[in-house]
């Protein structure tokens, strides 16, 4: 029988993670992957859990555990990350996908019914919401685009293992994007510089996260770019921080949205804000 600081079985390994600050999900996800059975449920741990923890998953425990310990996210330690039914792979070049994402993926999905359409995801990161709604909605013709070479080379690596059609290229927001769509999404860089969270988040790229004084000069670049790359009648969709609902939808009647309006998640926080490019308001008010 191991101590405590060598355990010995499966169970010991749970309860020695957890002792080092980690906390039971994680502990139980971390000996998932250490002995190679990341891609099982958790339940098969109880029906193991008093089988010996093999020699050569100890050194790996023990390196993940520390690794979690400092803060890093689970996904970028075990390199993947469930969102909205697929399971991606992740790493330190890309954002971990939120679950609070999966709103506006259900959002989009909504706007779009079951007909064929054209859709944009702007700053896709691991190419997560594309992904989702390429899968949900094989109809679509999916565009995605990236500021970040090694963000994109994440995203087009999960389209291609996951045989999932999404057209990829690089970019800064919609400069230089030819044509018009049906949807555009974003779940774009939403922090304030000088948030005090951003002291939790170093592990991920710092581009990725924040924007500005106030979080929101990504959000008003495609707000302001949006509209004559939108159909008449098409939607623009955006992820954004817990308190900027009310400030996004001022940010899309000004410029000439209509029918602008916030969707909560399932914490009932407003997370994402939309708004309609009407013919009206693409005739008379377009974006410059």
Same mark, same amino acid.
């Given at each position: 029988?191991?101590?405590?600081?060598?355990?010995?079985?499966?169970?010991?390994?749970?309860?020695?993670?957890?002792?080092?600050?980690?906390?039971? !999900? /994680?502990? &139980?996800?971390?000996?998932?992957?250490? +002995?190679? $059975?990341? @891609?099982? #449920?958790?339940?098969?741990?109880? =029906?193991?859990?008093?089988?010996?923890?093999?020699?050569?998953?100890?050194?790996?425990?023990?390196?993940?555990?520390?690794?979690?310990?400092?803060?890093?996210?689970?996904?970028?330690?075990?390199?993947?990350?469930?969102?909205?039914? !697929? /399971?991606? &792979?992740?790493?330190?070049?890309?954002? +971990?996908? $939120?679950? @609070?994402? #999966?709103?506006?993926?259900?959002? =989009?999905?909504?706007?779009?019914?079951?007909?064929?359409?054209?859709?944009?995801?702007?700053?896709?990161?691991?190419?997560?919401?594309?992904?989702?709604?390429?899968?949900?909605?094989?109809?679509?013709?999916?565009?995605?685009?990236?500021?970040?070479?090694?963000?994109?080379?994440?995203?087009?690596?999960?389209?291609?293992?996951?045989?999932?059609?999404?057209?990829? =290229?690089?970019?800064?927001?919609?400069?230089?994007?030819?044509?018009?769509?049906?949807?555009?999404?974003?779940?774009?860089?939403?922090?304030?510089?000088?948030?005090?969270?951003?002291?939790?988040?170093?592990?991920?790229?710092?581009?990725?996260?924040?924007?500005?004084?106030?979080?929101?000069?990504?959000?008003?670049?495609?707000?302001?770019?949006?509209?004559?790359?939108?159909?008449?009648?098409?939607?623009?969709?955006?992820?954004?921080?817990?308190?900027?609902?009310?400030?996004?939808?001022?940010?899309?009647?000004?410029?000439?949205?209509?029918?602008?309006?916030?969707?909560?998640?399932?914490?009932?926080?407003?997370?994402?804000?939309?708004?309609?490019?009407?013919?009206?308001?693409?005739?008379?008010?377009?974006?410059?």
């Amino acid at each position: 029988m191991g101590t405590p600081q060598t355990p010995s079985t499966i169970a010991q390994a749970i309860g020695w993670a957890q002792t080092q600050g980690l906390d039971r !999900l /994680d502990a &139980q996800l971390l000996v998932l992957h250490a +002995v190679g $059975r990341a @891609d099982v #449920e958790r339940a098969w741990l109880l =029906a193991h859990d008093t089988d010996a923890l093999p020699d050569a998953a100890h050194a790996t425990l023990q390196a993940t555990v520390r690794r979690r310990a400092t803060g890093e996210p689970l996904a970028y330690i075990t390199g993947r990350k469930a969102f909205y039914g !697929l /399971d991606l &792979q992740v790493d330190a070049r890309v954002l +971990v996908p $939120r679950p @609070d994402t #999966e709103t506006l993926v259900d959002w =989009a999905l909504e706007l779009l019914g079951s007909a064929p359409a054209s859709v944009l995801d702007l700053g896709t990161g691991s190419g997560a919401i594309a992904l989702a709604l390429q899968h949900s909605h094989p109809d679509l013709d999916v565009l995605a685009i990236d500021y970040s070479a090694d963000a994109l080379a994440v995203a087009q690596a999960n389209a291609h293992r996951l045989h999932l059609r999404v057209r990829f =290229a690089q970019g800064s927001w919609l400069d230089g994007v030819q044509g018009r769509f049906d949807l555009i999404v974003s779940n774009p860089p939403y922090i304030a510089a000088q948030d005090p969270h951003l002291a939790a988040l170093t592990h991920e790229p710092l581009q990725a996260l924040a924007s500005g004084d106030h979080g929101l000069d990504d959000i008003r670049t495609i707000i302001a770019q949006a509209g004559r790359h939108l159909q008449p009648g098409g939607w623009l969709l955006m992820e954004h921080g817990y308190d900027q609902a009310a400030a996004v939808r001022t940010l899309l009647v000004e410029a000439g949205f209509a029918d602008a309006q916030s969707r909560r998640d399932l914490a009932g926080i407003e997370r994402c804000s939309g708004a309609r490019w009407s013919k009206f308001s693409a005739r008379t008010k377009p974006c410059v």
